[in-house]
């Protein structure tokens, strides 16, 4: 079970990220098979907090709500957070979801080639999708689930 601060963090980050009740529940059962962060474990929770920070999460905040850190990292975004400029879409995945797309992408364990090439020909191949961009949002849930999946033993066949 997890402490009190870790769930504060993770609920946080849910705020902050502006992450829907629907995906980060999908979010929860894709990456843990949980439905609750109070069923997830120590680990879990560090794994999960490691993800948001991926999605540009800070928990050092200071009063003004702006982070405390500047993250000037090469491939930064430097209006804001990535894919904020395509807006919420209709029928299209959010900002946040194509965020977390990629961010599983880059940093799943089954994962090979972690690059934005080797993302979109995943996307081509199994989705029909050209780039992150185009995807529907009642696609979202499939591709994170198929993400998630690389690589597990389960996923090859004898």
């Known amino acids: 079970m997890p402490t009190r601060a870790g769930l504060a963090k993770i609920h946080i980050a849910k705020k902050e990220l502006h992450l829907t009740d629907g995906l980060y529940r999908d979010l929860m059962y894709v990456f843990f098979k949980k439905k609750s962060a109070r069923d997830l474990n120590e680990e879990e929770v560090d794994e999960l907090i490691l993800h ?5 999460w800070s928990q050092f905040k200071n009063m003004s709500g702006l982070s405390v850190k500047s993250d000037k990292s090469p491939g ?7 894919y904020d400029d395509l807006g919420n879409r209709k029928d299209m995945a959010s900002p946040a979801q194509l965020r977390l797309i990629e961010a599983l992408w880059m940093t799943g ?7 934005r090439e080797a993302l979109r020909h995943f996307l081509q191949h199994y989705f029909h999708v050209s780039d992150l961009r185009f ?3 009642r696609q979202v849930t499939s591709i994170l689930g198929a993400v998630r999946r690389i690589g597990h033993p389960a996923h090859h066949k004898n």
Not at 76 to 82: D, E, Q
Request: proline share 9%; hydrophobic share 25%.
């Open 76 to 82: 930064a975004h430097p209006y804001g957070k990535k």
């Open 52 to 56: 948001f920070k991926s999605l540009g």
């Open 135 to 137: 995807i529907k949002s």
């Open 109 to 115: 364990p089954g994962v090979r080639l972690k690059t």
